[in-house]
């Protein structure tokens, strides 16, 4: 008798423990499709970053900070998704290219990248935890430059699923010089039709537009406005 209830109560624990788990799982879930963690970085530039002008045969210190993102590249379209990486100065002379594209990423401390856009310059990226190397090439003039960086990784939370923008358009109607007041205390039993006043709003409202409706005289909202106004 004692080991029937001792099974029926660790059968009763267990599918405890289960639901409890499903709810973390279901939770988990749904704190994934609000937002996604991606990196921020924090780069300190090393003395030993210059450009070399070749026509001018000139070196030239290279001081700026370093901080950059790595982000998704489309928060809407997760099919062609890619991962990006965008400074928040240029770090080039005589450009303002910001956008890297990661081509070859391990994990958030180690990958390498190439300008999205290299038209004018050939560059490459290399980020190995915590040390930045990015080295570049003007095509039009030979001239080069080089950064060196130690940077610090820190979390970077993405809501891609931002409100949408929504317009309510909203009937007013008026007859003559009144406006009918259409409000209603409760919304009734039965749905009203489609080209009555009543409509389920949505839970974001971005924007109302209030559209004129002008009735005729003998319309029964008419009628019943102008005995409330008299």
């Not at 030979?142 to 060196?148: D, K, L, M, T």
């Not at 949408?164 to 039709?193: M, S």
């Amino acid at each position: 008798m004692d080991s029937y209830w001792f099974r029926i109560f660790g059968g009763l624990v267990g599918h405890l423990l289960m639901k409890q788990l499903l709810l973390l799982l279901l939770l988990s879930l749904g704190f994934m499709g609000l937002a996604n963690a991606e990196y921020h970085y924090t780069c300190e530039t090393s003395e030993d970053s210059l450009f070399y002008n070749h026509s001018k045969q000139e070196v030239t210190r290279l001081n700026t900070q370093l901080n950059f993102d790595i982000i998704y590249s489309d928060y809407q379209n997760w099919d062609s998704n890619y991962l990006v990486l965008n400074f928040w100065n240029s770090p080039f002379i005589n450009t303002d290219s910001k956008k890297f594209i990661i081509n070859d990423y391990e994990d958030y401390q180690n990958f390498n990248a190439t300008l999205a856009d290299e038209t004018d310059i050939f560059s490459d990226l290399t980020y190995d935890n915590g040390s930045l190397a990015l080295t570049w090439m003007n095509k039009d003039s030979s001239s080069i430059g080089v950064y060196f960086a130690n940077c610090t990784e820190s979390y970077l939370i993405i809501d891609y699923d931002p409100e949408p923008f929504i317009l309510i358009e909203v009937p007013v109607y008026i007859c003559g010089d009144l406006i009918v007041d259409t409000d209603k205390p409760d919304k009734p039993d039965k749905p009203d039709k489609p080209d009555e006043r009543w409509e389920e709003v949505p839970l974001y409202v971005e924007s109302i537009k209030p559209v004129f409706i002008d009735l005729a005289p003998d319309d029964p909202l008419c009628l019943e406005a102008e005995k409330n106004n008299d």
